[in-house]
């Protein structure tokens, strides 16, 4: 009778992730049509910063604005004074976060399936 011999499981191979078409900005002026949203570590809010309201320097390397970026938004009549806990940027209904090291990093746990929240019904 021949030994049989336990079948060795071989790994799935891993999907590699899709390469954006053209590199990831790292200064301001580099961010052309892409959204770059900052997200408060204090009090949770986002705010859009480009396209958006304020001018920021065109020369500014984006991941100083995790160092000088002050949450404003008013809580209880004061300031909230939170900073930018990470720049997130979206293109092509992508998005990646600005690690502090100043490394893009592809987010892709940011959006909810419609499978995620149910209804509640009350009685």
């Known amino acids: 009778m021949p030994k049989v011999m336990p079948l060795l499981a ?12 053209t590199a990831l ?6 961010l052309s049509d892409d ?5 408060c570590d204090r009090c949770g809010r986002q705010l859009r910063l480009h ?7 065109p020369r500014a390397r984006l991941s100083s604005l995790l160092e000088t970026l002050l949450c404003r938004a008013q809580r209880g009549g004061r300031a909230c004074g939170g900073y930018a806990r990470r720049l997130v940027l979206i293109r092509d209904d992508q998005q990646w976060v600005l690690e502090p ?4 990093v592809e987010e892709t746990s940011v959006y909810w399936e419609a499978a995620d929240f149910a209804p509640t019904h009350t009685h």
Do not use: C, F, I, T
């Open 51 to 57: 396209p958006g309201p304020h001018d920021l320097n």
């Open 101 to 104: 090291g100043g490394r893009w």
């Open 35 to 39: 959204e770059l949203h900052a997200h």
């Open 10 to 21: 071989k790994p799935a191979p891993v999907k590699a992730r899709k390469a954006p078409d």
């Open 25 to 30: 900005p790292m200064l301001v002026s580099e």
